[in-house]
């Protein structure tokens, strides 16, 4: 015969009995960080999705954000949002995108400036390897070295010999520190061995349109923003700087032929979340980017523009990453030997 139990026992049993059923709910709902984090995958995306361009409207990196925006809209049953946060050598928006919630609604394109910025800046709002999640690489853009219309030079050697006698008063337009186009510069005064006479711009747009009206002499700048001003024949272009021609501009030499292999570069691009995005939103967000990038008429206005998306086995956060520590152990030291500093 069971003993009748205490009133205390009687509590100390239904607190017992209370415990576990809230392990058990844990449980069956996935109690753990990490599987809270693969549930809100799953319903990813929700709503709208926000992708800074640290860069002006209109400019090479915004030019590739919004080729593959569409598409990967469409692959993700929610709209995606360029915004231009321009400002401080693109250190403006991608720190704005570090600091964001890291729940994949606010993404970063960001070109090779990634990996310059520490080596250009002393105090930095993010660390590029730290601060953010990498989600995959977009296209590698080839530069052109081009000219206004009537400076003398016919091609590349006339160039080079005309800036080394030319040198103090011959221009170099470019889009401010820490642009492309000013580590292309950086590149070509050691190339050339001169010290160029830079005159800075706020963005590559406003650059272009003053090489092309005559105030200022030479740039080299991406295929995405030259292509255009190249073409019909408002600039004079001089090489690219790859090791092979650039189908949609075959006529230009690249700089190897031309006799400099050693100025050689090219912007590549990436896509970024905030450090701590869950797994399997960056899963969603790779696979929507490496879906935008086999489109077809993402492949054919990159042709265009001089470019193409990466190889396949790039568009990763493993390929990322792997390409960001290289980049960052290339240029420091060599923003380091020019003496560059942005701030």
Known sequence: MALPLSSSRRTTYRLLAVSAAAALGLSACGGSSGSSGAAAGSNYPTGTITMVVPFSAGGPTDTVARLVAEPMSKTLGQQIIVQNVEGAGGTLGAGEVAKAKNDGYKILMHHIGMSTAPALYSTLAFKPLESFQTVGLVTEVPMTIISKKDLPPTNFKELVEYVKANKEKVTYANAGIGSASQLCGLLIEKAFGVDLTEVPYKGTGPAMTDLVGGQVDFMC???????????????????????????????????????????????????????????????????????????????????????????????????????????????????????????
């Open 221 to 343: 700048d991406q295929t995405t923003n030259t292509s255009a001003q190249i073409k019909p024949g408002k600039v004079k272009a001089f090489a690219v700087t790859t090791s092979e021609r650039v189908k949609s501009l075959p006529d230009i030499p690249t700089t190897t032929e031309a006799g400099m292999p050693e100025l050689k570069v090219g912007v590549w691009h990436g896509l970024y979340a905030p450090a701590g995005t869950p797994e399997a939103v960056v899963k969603k967000l790779t696979d929507a980017l490496a879906a935008a990038l086999k489109e077809p008429k993402v492949i054919e206005k990159m042709a265009d523009l001089g470019t193409a998306p990466e190889a396949a086995d790039q568009v990763n956060p493993a390929a990322h990453t792997a390409k960001l520590k290289a980049q960052l152990d290339l240029w420091t030291p060599v923003i380091k030997a020019a003496g560059v500093k942005a701030a």
